[in-house]
């Protein structure tokens, strides 16, 4: 009696090579969830080096790199599954490696890939440094599209305050025919004044503006929620503070600071829900019904936050 497949085996080479290619996720996937003893690696990446896979391609690069890409991508998505693993993102570097490797020309992979590495644990990996280096191969790759030299100037900005670097890399995008005549700019404020706030506020703006990604576009959204989270309570902490010294306790309401012409209107966070407020201590804070996904800046701004309002304000 035959035993097998036969209709594979009637399958010339090629076709038998784009299966065996899409069955490179599912076997994974199905293989990782096997791993359940513990003294296994239960995120081992069999296929882990770029050349390795490029040689079992076999001319089919495009092909395995859109497939790797995708794997990449649900590796990446799968929060829940990042929370059990010993390291969240330990393989998404080696998968974007493979990636690129496979197809240099997949413009979106490093400039997705590399917020994908910047962003801190829970929400990424949490390897700027990675993630610099996947944009340095992209440059080399691609070295007349502007927008990899300004994704990397925004990682050493924004994910590894490093000012300088930031400005050199936004200068060199200015200089790339076709470049927008604001990066110019952008590159002189990085340059000069290094931790601007203003200066972050642009770049998730034109993230927002310009990312080809609805994903990308949401964490540029959510992160210029936040800060203007952090702007409104700050400012009526300082209010409050002020109110407090002036009259010896705190208003019963946020609306006493409009009466005492501390400020012209009660802000409500960006999605529209009122600010908590507890007149005992004078505390603000998100209220629980909030649709703002906050996210903690990576720096500490409210100390100077406060300083500008003291000057601005003269109170």
């Known amino acids: 009696m035959k035993t097998g497949i036969p209709w594979i085996r009637r399958l010339p080479p090629a076709g038998i090579f784009a299966l065996a290619a899409l ?16 003294s296994m690696d239960p995120d081992l990446l069999y296929f882990s080096s770029p050349a390795m896979v490029k040689a079992l ?8 790199a859109d497939i790797y890409w995708m794997r990449a991508i649900q590796y990446y998505g799968r929060r829940d599954e ?3 693993r010993q390291v969240p993102y330990k393989n998404l570097a080696a998968l974007l490696d493979i990636v690129t490797t496979l197809d240099p020309g997949m413009i979106d992979v490093y400039r997705a890939g590399s917020i994908f590495l910047s962003e801190p644990e829970p929400v990424g990996a949490g390897l700027p440094q990675k993630a610099v280096a996947l944009l340095d191969r992209g440059i080399a790759a691609h070295p007349q599209d502007w927008r ?6 925004f990682v050493h900005y924004w994910y590894m ?3 300088e670097q930031a400005g050199r890399a936004w200068l060199l995008a200015s200089r790339i025919a ?8 952008l590159a002189a404020r990085g340059l000069s ?6 200066v972050a506020k642009e770049l998730w703006r034109r993230q927002l503006e310009s990312a080809g990604r609805a994903d990308l576009r949401e964490n540029a959204r959510n992160r210029l929620a936040s800060i203007q989270v952090d702007e409104d309570l700050w400012t009526l902490e300082f209010c409050l503070e002020r109110y407090a010294a002036a009259r010896g306790a705190f208003p019963a309401s946020l609306d006493g600071l409009i009466a005492a012409g501390f400020i012209h209107f009660v802000p409500k966070d960006p999605s529209g829900v009122p600010y908590l407020y507890d007149p005992s201590i004078g505390a603000v804070s998100l209220s629980a019904a909030t649709k703002v996904r906050y996210i903690a800046l990576p720096y500490n701004y409210r100390d100077a936050y406060k300083a500008k309002l003291a000057r601005l304000l003269g109170k």
């Open 57 to 64: 391609a076999l001319g089919y690069d495009g092909l395995l």
């Open 193 to 198: 004044q290094g931790g601007a706030i203003e």
């Open 23 to 38: 069955l490179i996720a599912p076997v994974q996937t199905r293989v990782d969830a096997g791993l359940a003893r513990p």
């Open 148 to 153: 990899l030299p300004f994704d990397k100037g």
């Open 161 to 163: 305050r490093d000012y």
């Open 82 to 84: 990042a929370r059990r």
């Open 178 to 185: 076709g470049a927008p005549p604001w990066l110019e700019a």
